[in-house]
């Protein structure tokens, strides 16, 4: 998680009710460097056990000075990519052998069952439904992406309000 200067301790605390709600064990994540008020929720929710936050920083000769690395980041789209892909397989490796499932998401996404109100009761439905269709286990599922504009919203009901 990079967002030192904005404070999104309240959609993270939604986020993780919303994702311990649908059936997560354990939310993981990787941490360069947040807002004060994120750190202390991220810390809440440490001590219940329900998230494992991981401190990082930057690999080889890119900044770790926290303005720094935040300002690298933001200009060097790439690099950020490929900075990504260190703490995904990093989640990857250290729980394939723990959990049945791992999920890759950010803090904006969600996977949303729709015919199942969580996702142990989804996956079930879906081993089920697949293994009929054809025998063999899966190592991956995907499930498609849906956008939900909610800042389109708030000035679609500004405009309207007006």
């Known amino acids: 998680m990079d967002f030192p200067e904005d404070d ?3 959609r993270l605390v939604e986020w993780i009710e919303l994702l311990n709600t649908l059936g997560a064990d354990k939310i993981f994540l990787y941490n360069l ?3 004060p ?3 202390k929720v991220l810390e809440h929710y440490s001590s219940l056990g329900l ?3 991981t401190p990082i920083s930057l690999p080889g000769y890119q900044p770790n000075l926290p303005v720094l690395q935040h300002m690298y980041l ?3 789209l790439n690099n950020k990519r490929q900075n990504e892909l260190i703490p995904y397989n990093d989640c990857l490796y250290r729980n394939m052998y ?6 890759l998401l ?3 996404e969600v996977i949303m069952p729709i015919k199942h109100t969580n996702w142990e009761d989804m996956m079930n439905d879906v081993l089920t439904t697949s293994l009929k269709v054809k025998n063999e286990t899966r190592a991956s599922w995907n499930f498609r ?3 939900f504009m909610d800042e389109i919203l708030i000035s679609m009901s500004l405009t309207i309000s007006r």
């Open 8 to 10: 999104l301790s309240v």
């Open 33 to 35: 460097e947040v807002h």
């Open 37 to 39: 008020n994120v750190t």
């Open 51 to 53: 998230v494992d936050v």
């Open 74 to 76: 933001k200009t060097k």
């Open 98 to 103: 723990r959990y049945e499932y791992i999920a």
């Open 106 to 108: 950010d803090i904006d």
């Open 145 to 147: 992406n849906v956008y």
